[in-house]
């Protein structure tokens, strides 16, 4: 599926659909995106950004011979409360099955993850991330993330939402940052992504500033192109190490 998400090489998207449950959901992309595809007949979005499984897509990876880095349900959630669980152990056994890829699988849904991988080992192959938004529902979930035994463990801190104070970076391999877009984004403050940086220096955690958004280094809010991906005059794309040999870093 196209995507425009710096950190994946491709995305797949065994489901669609999804439920809004913290804060960082209130302008979901998502939910834009698969309305428009609804409005195009794209199979998986007939009801719109309602949850369902679609089966035609689990095994894509299968078809695709060339080493990939899948970011997993870019459309959806992994681990959100009506995936069955048969339906998460056939998704998981095309991973296993597939150890050529790499695949990125995000989820705001941490407990139902460290409960499920607490019964199955995890996939060599995998990363697993939480997506972190604000302290109150956010910060939690870094600690169901840290209990799992994965070969990366990752934290997508999009869109910041508020300044996170310390936070507790203990095994966790990589952050991501990023603003939020769109004519509703609420904006993000500069002093709030500099403490995560520092945080992640201090830690020697990857880094890697995804972009502004909306809302610009200066307050003004204008397009998220014009807006750019510079923190200090920097570009900031850090990654794990595990991922120098396996991504093509630009």
Known sequence: MAHKIEWTEQTWNPSAGCTKISSGCLNCYAETMA????????????????????????????????????????????????????????????????????????????????????????????????????????????????????????????????????MNLSNIDWVIVGGESGNKARPMEKEWVLNIKQQCEHKDVAFFFKQWGTWGADKVKRNKKLNGKELDGKIWHQFPEIIEQQFAVV
Not at 66 to 72: E, L, P, Y
Not at 75 to 99: A, C, G, Q, R, W
Not at 114 to 130: C, D, H, M, Q, T
Not at 143 to 162: Q, T
């Open 35 to 166: 309305n428009r595809l609804q409005a195009m007949g794209v199979e998986g979005y007939e009801n719109g950004f309602e949850f369902n499984l679609v089966p035609s897509r689990l095994n894509d990876p299968y078809k695709r011979k060339k080493q990939t880095i899948f970011f997993v349900n870019s459309m959806s959630d992994i681990f959100h409360k009506d995936m069955p669980e048969d339906y998460l152990d056939k998704i998981f056994d095309v991973i296993e099955n597939t150890p050529h890829h790499t695949y990125q699988v995000l989820s705001k849904r941490a407990v139902r993850m460290e409960e499920y991988f607490s019964k199955r080992a995890v996939p060599k192959n995998i990363w697993l991330g939480v997506t972190v938004d604000n302290k109150r529902e956010g910060l939690p979930r870094i600690d169901h993330l840290r209990n799992i035994d994965a070969s990366v463990l990752f934290l997508s801190i999009e869109p910041l939402l508020e300044d996170l104070g310390e």
